[in-house]
């Protein structure tokens, strides 16, 4: 039994413990439970296709497909979904929560209980695994954008009606906010925890930028996608940021962290995947305010001071990537040669098992 305030193992949310144990057959017998989890988590994909199906009206529904399936090979989908991790919960809040939002930017945000379904379940992802919570600002701040301020107010005070329960079990909790920096007070920085944000980021993106130059490469295209300005920017940011890096741990910052330090033993891969990182969130934010926001937010969230895990990220990024930026670019970059992103994902999930064998 864990105990609140006491239990260093209480890192997070029970939710997903708390609906698990309401369903006897399941809670009562472990290989039920691993079982039953697994099968449903292979429908989390086909969830994922629907809410596509939804942004991307102009787009042939097999390249969708495509994407959306990407999921069944990342690592932490597949670890969660055998071992019945309360990763997959979260995911199924977020994406119930990202179908409402889509339905209501499809409607012109003219259906006033769509706000409330879809501020519920981004409620119930934190309240399953807490980092969700960083996604609030951005849903909001389009909320603020689309409503009167009449309706804008409704919205806070029902905000924080559902998060009472939350605010109470941190209190009770401490820990919960705690526990991992109690022991590790200097693995990183803020600086460095961006910059391995961004490496992670380049992972999943680059093979949609290249998808998308495949599709439409010309002269007039490469100046536009190059522009001065943004490059002059991710120049500023990195280099502000690279002074300070350090990660002074070998558990955590990423793929392309362990890849350049383990097999290379330098920085210089990982600090080339960086600065191309900054420069792909930017490439496919839409030209809005609330689209900078949310990239902000995801460079900056995860950014504790602590451990910096891919699994954060997997297959959340993903999500998040084709629901909420730049619908044109993405549509221009998935719209063919959808085989470039199959092979690279095939590629790095192989790799990763071959590296971990030898």
């Not at 992670?200 to 007039?220: A, C, G, W």
């Not at 996608?225 to 940021?241: A, E, S």
Request: glycine share 4%; with cysteine.
């Amino acid at each position: 039994m864990y105990e609140l305030g006491k239990d260093h193992k209480l890192l997070n949310y029970p939710l997903h413990h708390i609906i698990i144990s309401q369903i006897p057959i399941v809670s009562s017998n472990l290989k039920v439970y691993l079982l039953s989890y697994f099968l449903l988590s292979l429908t989390l994909p086909i969830y994922f296709y629907r809410c596509l199906i939804i942004r991307f009206q102009n787009v042939e529904k097999i390249n969708l497909l495509g994407i959306a399936s990407i999921i069944y090979i990342l690592p932490a989908f597949q670890y969660s979904a055998i071992w019945g991790n309360t990763h997959i919960t979260g995911l199924f809040f977020l994406l119930t929560s990202i179908y409402f939002h889509l339905k209501l930017d499809k409607l012109n945000y003219n259906v006033s209980k769509y706000f409330f379904w879809s501020l519920m379940f981004l409620a119930l992802a934190a309240y399953t695994k807490q980092f969700y919570v960083f996604l609030f600002p951005f849903i909001l701040f389009v909320y603020f954008k689309n409503t009167s301020l009449i309706f804008f107010c409704k919205i806070l005070l029902f905000c924080l009606i559902i998060a009472l329960p939350g605010i109470f079990f941190l209190i009770k909790n401490p820990i919960l906010f705690t526990g991992l920096q109690a022991n590790h007070l200097d693995v990183t920085n803020f600086s460095s925890a961006v910059l391995i944000i961004s490496s992670m980021v380049f992972l999943y993106t680059v093979p949609i930028f290249i998808q998308y130059f495949l599709n439409n490469f010309n002269k007039d295209n490469f100046v536009k996608v190059f522009n001065f300005k943004q490059i002059i920017l991710v120049v500023f940011v990195f280099l502000l940021f690279n002074n300070f890096f350090y990660y002074n741990s070998s558990v955590g910052g990423g793929v392309i962290y362990k890849i350049s330090n383990i097999i290379f033993s330098t920085n210089l891969i990982f600090f080339i995947c960086s600065f191309f990182g900054l420069f792909l969130i930017l490439f496919y934010s839409k030209n809005s305010l609330s689209n900078w926001l949310l990239s902000l937010l995801l460079l900056i969230s995860f950014s504790t001071g602590i451990f910096i895990f891919q699994k954060y990220l997997e297959p959340m990024f993903w999500i998040l990537f084709f629901v909420f930026f730049d619908r044109r670019k993405i549509e221009e970059s998935i719209s063919k040669n959808g085989w470039l992103v199959i092979l690279y994902f095939s590629t790095y999930y192989i790799g990763l098992n071959l590296y971990i064998k030898f």
